[in-house]
């Protein structure tokens, strides 16, 4: 129950492109659903985050798209950069039972944007 | 330093040996985790430090893995007689704790066991 799944596990879209990147949970204490953004060689960095209480949170280019009867959400970065390359981690926890760091991620999607 | 600082970035160590990570997190962050990740998989979580609370140990894996926050401040994660599964990248986070959502992540000690 503690799982998040994420897809698709690569990602390769067009400068200028729309990327898409889904993830699923189970355990409906979770209330804080983060996005992460890593590029090789270095730990992972906050993106964007979104709490249930909406359905949805923009950010620049970065969009979060939450359902929570779906027990889904979903990243979608508008006019892919070949600088957006990296691999992008969903995560998700219950921040009022323990804490907004104790996450539990999804297992990664690696994105390349060609010029 | 700016950021959390991790050393060594790179450990190469035999079966059975016992390896230190070392983690220096933000100045003033009072919550500091500590996360592995696999080649190829996403970040598992083993340990969480806050203030002077005692540590959040439900993601360490086995008896052989321990960690401890000196001074509030820095932080060491002991891995015992290593073992070939135990090749990862140890991640190390700091955040100003609270309601403040934001990890502060170091690059990584790459561990590898041979």
């Known amino acids: 129950q503690q799982q998040v799944k994420q897809s698709p596990q690569s990602l390769i879209v067009q400068k200028g492109g729309i990327s898409i990147i889904n993830c699923a949970y189970e355990?409906?204490?979770?209330?804080?659903f983060p996005w992460y953004q890593q590029f090789p060689g270095k730990g992972p960095a906050l993106l964007i985050a979104i709490r249930p209480d909406v359905s949805e949170k923009k950010e620049g280019r970065f969009t979060i798209s939450f359902n929570k009867s779906a027990k889904q959400f979903s990243l979608h970065i508008m006019d892919s950069q070949p600088g957006d390359s990296a691999t992008y981690f969903c995560?998700?926890?219950?921040?009022?039972?323990?804490?907004?760091?104790?996450?539990?991620f999804g297992q990664g999607t690696i994105l390349t944007v060609h010029p | 330093g700016a950021g959390v600082s991790q050393s060594p970035s790179n450990k190469v160590t035999e079966k059975g040996k016992d390896v230190e990570l070392r983690c220096d997190p933000i100045s003033g962050h009072t919550a500091l985790y500590w996360y592995r990740q696999s080649l190829g998989q996403g970040l598992e979580f083993l340990i969480y430090?806050?203030?002077?609370?005692?540590?959040?140990k439900s993601g360490l894996p086995s008896d052989r893995f321990s960690a401890e926050r000196t001074g509030g401040s820095v932080s060491t994660l002991t891995i015992q007689r290593t073992q070939q599964e135990d090749s990862a990248v140890y991640l190390c986070a700091s955040s100003p704790g609270g309601t403040n959502e934001k990890l502060f992540f170091g690059s990584g000690t790459q561990l590898s066991v041979l």
């Open positions: 430090f806050q203030g002077n609370s005692a540590p959040d």
């Open positions: 355990n409906t204490a979770f209330d804080y």
């Open positions: 995560a998700a926890t219950n921040a009022g039972g323990t804490s907004y760091g104790k996450l539990t």
